[in-house]
């Protein structure tokens, strides 16, 4: 059995040319990931922050409500 030398050089040329494609892809995207997870741990804070306000909100419209019944009870004839 006879191989094409140059054809077999061809083969590896092309494999190690592909494999170094995959690891720079490969980097690349652990970067963004990497990025992507920085921002989650940065707005975390953030979030809870906005959740707070949301509850507090939400008890300033129940006061509001209670408020306006009594104003309204008390105009009422």
């Known amino acids: 059995m006879s191989f094409d030398r140059r054809l077999t050089i061809g083969i590896v040329l092309a494999v190690a040319v592909q494999s170094a494609g995959v690891l720079l892809w490969a980097g690349a995207a652990a970067e963004r990931v990497e990025t992507l997870e920085e ?9 809870e922050r906005l959740a707070r306000v ?9 006061q509001l409500d209670r408020i306006e019944r009594k104003l309204e009870a008390r105009d009422a004839p």
């Open 54 to 62: 949301e509850a507090e909100l939400g008890a300033v419209r129940l």
């Open 39 to 47: 921002r989650v741990r940065e707005s975390r804070p953030v979030a």
